[in-house]
C-alpha cells in the first residue's frame, strides 16, 4: 500500500499600484529622473542662497550675523501630513490543492 501526494502552494497577489500611483510614486527609472532633475535644481538653488548669505555677511557693518542666520534659517519647513491614499491594495488569492492518490 502507497500513496502519491502532490502539493500545490497558494498565491497571494498583492497590487498597490493604485494607492502608489495616487501618492505620486512611480517606477524606479522615472524616479531616477526626477530625483537627478531635482538635484540640478537644488543645487542651483543652494549655490545662489550661499552667495547670498556671504554677500550679507560680508556686509558686517549693516546687519549682525545673528539677524542673517534668522533671515536664512528662521524659516519652518511645510509639511503635509493629511496626504493618504485611497485605493486599496488589489488582493488576490490562488487557493493551494493537495491531491493524494492512494494506491493498493
Not at 531635482?38 to 560680508?58: H, I, P
Not at 488589489?90 to 493524494?100: A, C, M, N, S, Y
Amino acid at each position: 500500500m502507497g500513496f502519491d501526494l502532490r502539493v500545490t502552494l497558494p498565491r497571494l497577489y498583492l497590487d498597490q499600484s493604485a494607492p502608489m500611483r495616487e501618492l505620486g510614486m512611480r517606477g524606479a527609472l522615472d524616479v531616477a529622473r526626477r530625483g537627478a532633475s531635482l538635484g540640478r535644481e537644488r543645487a542651483a538653488e543652494a549655490a545662489s542662497f550661499y552667495a547670498r548669505l556671504g554677500d550679507e555677511l560680508a556686509d558686517f557693518q549693516r546687519r549682525s550675523v545673528a539677524d542673517v542666520a534668522r533671515a536664512a534659517f528662521g524659516r519652518r519647513p511645510d509639511y503635509d501630513v493629511g496626504v493618504l491614499p485611497r485605493s486599496g491594495v488589489g488582493v488576490r488569492l490562488e487557493p493551494g490543492r493537495v491531491e493524494v492518490d492512494v494506491r493498493g
